[in-house]
């Protein structure tokens, strides 16, 4: 694949991006609408649909970093979706890697573009907070995102079906919007910072990443006051601020 093939597959998907955004956004309206009007059922369906949303954008937004323009060779890309095995005959075969080996194959080789994490204890502990996110916004989400794809909205189960999953449908159970909106703030910050470390390695990546690292960290700390409850107090003086316009 040239490097013009691989900046059109980053157009084309950009496109799609911007997309699901829209959707997001949406959807996100429509669930304030729900939580208004008190239907605790629409609420919780739509709650669902909007996590399995976010994980759209997440694997959306993944092709569009691993195909960012003069980022990484074809070569490159193909290690990062395709683990190469070797079947007993002896020969090569691609078996397609999960979305989150993925999202840190990508991590490990961007990096090493900046340096040696094993020698660099600065860029050994960038990765680890960069993969410490994957792990907390990406890859546990996508384990509710699996159950709910798979019909179990209410009760979770194991891999094998045979029992339920108490400690899952908890999580699925206990799942709101304003949650999963936070879940679509912190994955941006990490794109940027996965962004920034793929196009430039050397120049913008250290400056940027306490940039962006600091911003997250901080809408990390101040979103963790925020609730249903309170999204309901909110929209409620919005509401009443309308009426009043309305009614003069």
């Not at 955004?21 to 309206?29: D, S, T, V, W």
């Not at 304030?32 to 609420?43: G, S, T």
């Not at 799942?175 to 703030?185: D, K, S, V």
């Amino acid at each position: 694949m040239l490097d013009s093939e691989i900046k059109n597959i980053h157009v084309l998907q950009s496109k799609n991006v911007k997309y699901l955004k829209k959707a997001e956004k949406i959807l996100r309206m429509d669930l304030n609408r729900c939580l208004l009007k008190n239907d605790e059922f629409q609420l919780n369906i739509k709650t669902k649909y909007y996590s399995m949303l976010y994980s759209s954008v997440s694997e959306s937004q993944f092709l569009q970093i691993l195909y960012t323009p003069y980022g990484f060779d074809y070569s490159e890309i193909q290690k990062i979706e395709y683990d190469i095995r070797i079947n007993k005959k002896g020969k090569e075969y691609r078996k397609k890697r999960s979305l989150i080996d993925s999202w840190n194959l990508i991590v490990d080789i961007a990096i090493r573009k900046v340096g040696n994490p094993e020698t660099s204890k600065d860029l050994k502990e960038k990765k680890g907070k960069i993969k410490a996110i994957i792990k907390e916004y990406i890859e546990k989400p996508q384990e509710l995102r699996n159950k709910i794809a798979h019909g179990q909205w209410i009760h979770a189960f194991n891999n094998e079906n045979t029992r339920e999953n108490e400690k899952t449908s908890k999580r699925i159970k206990e799942l709101n919007f304003i949650q999963i909106y936070i879940w679509f703030e912190i994955h941006q910050y990490l794109c940027f910072i996965i962004r920034d470390l793929i196009q430039s390695p050397k120049k913008t990546f250290h400056n940027s990443y306490w940039e962006h690292l600091s911003k997250l960290e901080e809408f990390i700390k101040r979103s963790k006051r925020w609730t249903i409850e309170g999204k309901l107090v909110e929209l409620n003086k919005r509401k009443q601020k309308t009426d009043v316009v309305t009614m003069a």
